[in-house]
C-alpha cells in the first residue's frame, strides 16, 4: 500500500495555513499565518480584510509549507481544501488556490468540512485514535455535540441556539474591557478568580436535550457588571471571569458526559479553539476519571484553525472514496 501524501488549505477565517502529511496523521510541515493582529483594531475579524490578507499570503504559505516538508508539489498525492463552514470570500481563496493545484498536479481535489476537520486533529494528535466516539467541539464559530461513528461519518447531536461556546467567551470578554481574542484570557483570569463567587445560570442543563444555549448566559454577566457599576460596588473581573466560566464549561461537560455514558462511548474526544481552556480539561478529566471515560485533546497547535487537522480529514474522505469535482464551491453555511 502507498503512503498518501496530502498537501492541504485552510482559510475559513483569519488563518492562511497550508500543511504536507502522510497518511493522514504524520505532520511534515503546519505553516499557519494568523491575521489576528491586522483584526484586533477592529474588536473582531472584518471578513473583507481577511479575503485579502489571504489572497496575499497564499503563494509564499504554500512554498513555505513544501519547504518545510522538504518535498516539492511533484510529491503531493492529494490536495485538502476547507469548503465551509466560513467566510465566504475567504473560503474563496482557499478553494480556488486548491482547485489550480489539483488540476495541474492531475491529482485528487478533496473538498472538506471544517468542523471535520477540527475533529480529525485529534487523529494527529493520538496515532491510536479510532472511531466511534463521543465529541465536543466548541470555538469562535462552532458548538457542535457528535458522535462519530466512522472516519467519515459525524453524527450531529446537539448545537448551540444561539452563540457558540468561543463567542461567548469573547464577548464576556470584551464586556470586562479585555482586548479580541478575549477567551484565552478569560482562561488566563480564571486561574485567579473564585469560580463561586457568583452564580451565574448554567442554560438548558437539565434540559432533556442535547442543544446548548450561552447568550442567557452573556446577558447575565451583563446584567451583573451593569447592576454592580449602577451601585458603585467594586467589580473583582477574575471572579466574574472564574464565575463565567465555570458555569459555561459545567454544561458542555455534562452534557458531553451524559452523551458519552448514552451511546456507551469509552473515549471522549474535544476539539476546536475553546478546548485549549485549562477550566475545560480540568473539569473534563475530573468528570471523566469519575466515569471512567478517557478525554483526549489536540495538542494546543492543532486546537485552534489550522490546515493540517484538514489535510487528516481530506485523507480520511480520499480513503473513504469521497472526492470533490472541479465544480466545488464553497458553503459558508455547511453543516456537519
Ligand atoms: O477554532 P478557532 O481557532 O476558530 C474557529 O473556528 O472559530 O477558535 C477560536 C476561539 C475564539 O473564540 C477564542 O477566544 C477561543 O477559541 N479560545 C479560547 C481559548 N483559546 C482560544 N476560549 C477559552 N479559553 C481558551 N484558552
Ligand atoms: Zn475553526
Given at each position: 500500500?502507498?503512503?498518501?501524501?496530502?498537501?492541504?488549505?485552510?482559510?475559513?477565517?483569519?488563518?492562511?495555513?497550508?500543511?504536507?502529511?502522510?497518511?493522514?496523521?504524520?505532520?511534515?510541515?503546519?505553516?499557519?499565518?494568523?491575521?489576528?493582529?491586522?483584526?484586533?483594531?477592529?474588536?473582531?475579524?472584518?471578513?473583507?480584510?481577511?479575503?485579502?490578507?489571504?489572497?496575499?499570503?497564499?503563494?509564499?504559505?504554500?512554498?513555505?509549507?513544501?519547504?518545510?516538508?522538504?518535498?516539492?508539489?511533484?510529491?503531493?498525492?492529494?490536495?485538502?481544501?476547507?469548503?465551509?463552514?466560513?467566510?465566504?470570500?475567504?473560503?474563496?481563496?482557499?478553494?480556488?488556490?486548491?482547485?489550480?493545484?489539483?488540476?495541474?498536479?492531475?491529482?485528487?481535489?478533496?473538498?472538506?468540512?471544517?468542523?471535520?476537520?477540527?475533529?480529525?486533529?485529534?487523529?494527529?494528535?493520538?496515532?491510536?485514535?479510532?472511531?466511534?466516539?463521543?465529541?465536543?467541539?466548541?470555538?469562535?464559530?462552532?458548538?457542535?455535540?457528535?458522535?462519530?461513528?466512522?472516519?467519515?461519518?459525524?453524527?450531529?447531536?446537539?448545537?448551540?441556539?444561539d452563540d457558540a461556546a468561543g463567542e461567548a467567551f469573547d464577548k464576556v470578554a470584551r464586556s470586562l474591557g479585555l482586548p479580541y481574542p478575549g477567551g484565552p484570557l478569560i482562561d488566563k483570569l480564571s486561574l485567579e478568580g473564585n469560580s463561586q463567587a457568583i452564580n451565574f445560570p448554567r442554560p438548558c442543563l437539565e434540559e432533556d436535550s442535547y442543544d446548548f444555549s450561552f447568550s442567557g448566559l452573556k446577558t447575565a454577566v451583563l446584567n451583573y457588571l451593569n447592576h454592580a457599576k449602577q451601585m458603585g460596588e467594586e467589580i473583582a473581573i477574575e471572579d466574574v471571569a472564574a464565575s463565567f466560566q465555570a458555569a459555561a464549561t459545567e454544561v458542555l461537560v455534562e452534557k458531553t458526559i451524559r452523551l458519552a455514558i448514552e451511546r456507551k462511548s469509552k473515549t471522549i474526544v474535544v476539539a476546536g479553539g475553546v478546548a485549549a481552556n485549562k477550566g475545560l480539561r480540568n473539569m473534563f478529566l475530573e468528570r471523566g476519571n469519575k466515569e471512567g471515560i478517557d478525554i483526549k485533546y489536540p495538542s494546543t497547535i492543532l486546537c485552534t484553525d489550522n490546515a493540517a487537522m484538514i489535510g487528516s480529514a481530506a485523507y480520511f474522505n480520499y480513503m473513504g472514496g469521497y472526492i470533490s469535482n472541479f465544480d466545488l464551491n464553497v458553503e459558508p453555511n455547511l453543516e456537519l
Amino acid at each position: 500500500k502507498k503512503d498518501i501524501m496530502t498537501l492541504a488549505i485552510e482559510t475559513s477565517c483569519d488563518e492562511t495555513s497550508c500543511a504536507v502529511l502522510k497518511n493522514g496523521r504524520e505532520v511534515f510541515s503546519n505553516v499557519i499565518s494568523s491575521q489576528i493582529e491586522i483584526h484586533r483594531k477592529f474588536g473582531g475579524v472584518v471578513p473583507e480584510v481577511a479575503s485579502r490578507k489571504h489572497i496575499e499570503s497564499m503563494n509564499s504559505i504554500i512554498q513555505q509549507a513544501l519547504d518545510e516538508a522538504n518535498i516539492t508539489f511533484k510529491d503531493i498525492d492529494i490536495v485538502g481544501v476547507t469548503r465551509g463552514p466560513g467566510l465566504v470570500g475567504a473560503l474563496l481563496v482557499g478553494i480556488s488556490s486548491a482547485k489550480a493545484i489539483a488540476y495541474a498536479l492531475d491529482v485528487p481535489l478533496v473538498g472538506v468540512n471544517h468542523i471535520e476537520g477540527h475533529i480529525c486533529a485529534n487523529y494527529i494528535t493520538h496515532k491510536d485514535l479510532e472511531p466511534p466516539f463521543t465529541c465536543l467541539v466548541v470555538s469562535g464559530g462552532h458548538t457542535y455535540l457528535v458522535q462519530a461513528n466512522s472516519y467519515t461519518d459525524y453524527e450531529l447531536v446537539g448545537r448551540t441556539r444561539d452563540d457558540a461556546a468561543g463567542e461567548a467567551f469573547d464577548k464576556v470578554a470584551r464586556s470586562l474591557g479585555l482586548p479580541y481574542p478575549g477567551g484565552p484570557l478569560i482562561d488566563k483570569l480564571s486561574l485567579e478568580g473564585n469560580s463561586q463567587a457568583i452564580n451565574f445560570p448554567r442554560p438548558c442543563l437539565e434540559e432533556d436535550s442535547y442543544d446548548f444555549s450561552f447568550s442567557g448566559l452573556k446577558t447575565a454577566v451583563l446584567n451583573y457588571l451593569n447592576h454592580a457599576k449602577q451601585m458603585g460596588e467594586e467589580i473583582a473581573i477574575e471572579d466574574v471571569a472564574a464565575s463565567f466560566q465555570a458555569a459555561a464549561t459545567e454544561v458542555l461537560v455534562e452534557k458531553t458526559i451524559r452523551l458519552a455514558i448514552e451511546r456507551k462511548s469509552k473515549t471522549i474526544v474535544v476539539a476546536g479553539g475553546v478546548a485549549a481552556n485549562k477550566g475545560l480539561r480540568n473539569m473534563f478529566l475530573e468528570r471523566g476519571n469519575k466515569e471512567g471515560i478517557d478525554i483526549k485533546y489536540p495538542s494546543t497547535i492543532l486546537c485552534t484553525d489550522n490546515a493540517a487537522m484538514i489535510g487528516s480529514a481530506a485523507y480520511f474522505n480520499y480513503m473513504g472514496g469521497y472526492i470533490s469535482n472541479f465544480d466545488l464551491n464553497v458553503e459558508p453555511n455547511l453543516e456537519l
